[in-house]
């Protein structure tokens, strides 16, 4: 998927890996200083599906939004759709799970999320353009009722239509998304339409689709900004995990990892959340050894939550690269799993066992050196120089918006 998640210490590279334009779901933002919050504002556009203010659904919608933003991260690239496509390969593993899901990138977490059947998403991206992005849909998701619908709004006869899904908001948060939309409607529409194409996605699987909505209209699609290796939003997700009475079921980090290493900061934040024996970990890996699922450039590995939590309480599980030695292929050609079964041990022999260890050691020094996990060059290309062409086109229609959007809708 196209991964737009900003990594701290400056290792905040974009590539086209997954959307996750990921997580992905505000104290840094006015969205999430003023009421009403991001999920809230959104019910509050579709008043017909918001809860009674004393109802179980309103204290879960509190504790479920009570996370804020982080500051937001210098980003090279805004990243709004993913290349990271079979995620069917590993339905089977989170079937049915429910509870709580994390995400970095795009709309490809729709996709999971429904998948699981979880119960809330909190979204997280450095990247603001990427929080709105998923305002945006939550707040279209929940004005349409199927994928063709919603599809169809960023065709240029939608765009009445987007405006009136948006009207309830407050005029600048309004104006914020429609600039967006404006901005990558072309590009989204392609996107989308290839998305509605393939049966197992949100958009080409109606029973997904209609998962994600009712998630929408209830204001339980959390998008925030936030750092996985960050001092606050992650740890507050956990908190309102807890809250909510929410396990943590899947964590959708797309490649992220692939751009720093296990510091304190991301130590503290895993060990925070709650997980069981259902959570998976998962993960998109670039590898000249593993291989490929057909029509992917990905390979997918999910690893056990307890499991990532336990290593990572060993300071030298220090990055994907550690994780991705312990990692088995499944006999579905593109994914292997990591902490699912227990691995080998030393015989109890000592000297049987020091030849086991040090032919081991050898054998993973040879899976690092031949390339188990690589890293996709970096794109050098400034979000600013990228974007040019789209934020002089919305420019050019901002004083047509500004006379639409300060009439009343009639």
Known sequence: MQISFGIARGLLTRLKVGTWTAAVLLAASTWASEP??????????????????????????????????????????????????????????????????????????????????????WLIDIDMEVVKLHRLYAALISATETPQAFVALFERKG???????????????????????????????????????????????????????????????????????????????????????????????????????????????????????????????????????????????????PHFVAKLAEHSYSSIDQVMLDAVESKIKGLSHVGFVAAPTAPTDPVAAQKWRQTERLRRQKLLQDGLVTRPAGNRECASEFDKDRKQKAEQQLKALDRRLASPPK
């Open 159 to 305: 765009v009445a239509s987007v405006e009136a899904a948006l009207s309830s908001l407050e005029l600048r948060h309004r104006k914020s998304l429609l600039v967006l939309y404006t901005q990558y409607r072309d590009d989204l529409l392609a996107h989308l339409r290839d998305e509605i194409s393939q049966s197992h996605t949100w958009l080409g699987d109606a029973e997904k689709y209609a998962y994600i909505r009712k998630l929408a209209q209830k204001g339980l699609i959390v998008p925030r900004l936030g750092d996985l290796n960050g001092p606050r939003t992650l740890l507050q997700i956990a908190d309102a995990a807890k809250a909510a009475k929410l396990m943590v079921r899947v964590v959708y980090l797309s490649n992220a990892e692939s751009w720093f290493g296990y510091g304190e900061g991301f130590r503290r934040n895993f060990a925070a959340l709650p997980f069981d024996e259902q959570t998976s970990v998962v993960r998109t890996i670039k590898s000249n050894l593993l291989p490929y699922v057909r029509g992917d450039v990905w390979h997918y590995t999910m690893q056990r939550g």
């Open 36 to 121: 009403p919050s991001g999920a809230s504002a959104l019910a509050t556009a579709n008043p017909r599906v918001a809860p009674d203010p004393s109802s179980p659904d309103a204290e879960l919608l509190r504790a479920v939004t009570a996370p804020s933003d982080e500051p937001a991260g210098g980003v090279r690239r805004h990243y709004m759709w993913s290349n990271e496509r079979r995620h069917d390969i590993f339905f089977d593993d989170v079937k049915g799970i429910g509870g709580g899901y994390i995400g970095v990138g795009g709309d490809q977490n729709y996709t999971v999320a429904a998948a699981a059947k979880s119960q809330v998403l």
